[in-house]
């Protein structure tokens, strides 16, 4: 490959990179106006339907179709099988979504999975320690 191909490669990916991102910026913007022109009842019984409260909601909504991404990773490191989390345990593999998708602690946790110190840092900062430490301690629980 020569110079020029590595560098065209390199702009049409950064050129994708830009439209997805600009794309989901803007469904998560679309999202947003949707929920808050909602009537009161409906933010309610939507709020009420994903077992969080409206800010909430706003949030995960907010943090757009990968604001969880690192809570599957954060699994995976862990060796927690998501499949089985979520066919089994629906309920938690949510909330732990919300949680993530809230956290405030995303650059550390990102770093702590790309360098491998996730398994034994995480429980500094990750809300979903708890659970995870529960699941680390006693696999079986995600099973039938």
């Not at 590595?6 to 913007?29: C, N």
């Not at 995303?106 to 999975?113: A, E, Q, S």
Request: with cysteine.
């Amino acid at each position: 490959m020569t110079m020029n191909d590595a560098k065209s490669h390199l702009a049409q990916r950064v050129g994708k990179q830009l439209v997805d991102w600009y794309s989901d910026l803007r469904v998560r913007h679309e999202d947003e106006r949707a929920l808050v022109n909602l009537d009161p009842e409906s933010r309610r019984q939507l709020a009420d339907d994903c077992n969080v409260n409206f800010d909430t909601l706003l949030e995960v909504v907010r943090a757009g179709s990968h604001g969880a991404d690192e809570m599957l990773e954060m699994l995976k490191t862990l060796h927690i099988d998501p499949a089985d989390l979520q066919a089994h345990l629906p309920d938690l593999f949510r909330d732990m979504q919300v949680t993530c998708a809230t956290c405030q602690d995303k650059g550390r946790c990102r770093h702590d999975l790309k360098d491998g110190s996730a398994p034994v840092n995480f429980a500094d900062y990750c809300a979903n320690a708890p659970a995870l430490n529960v699941m680390r301690a006693e696999p079986p629980l995600l099973r039938d």
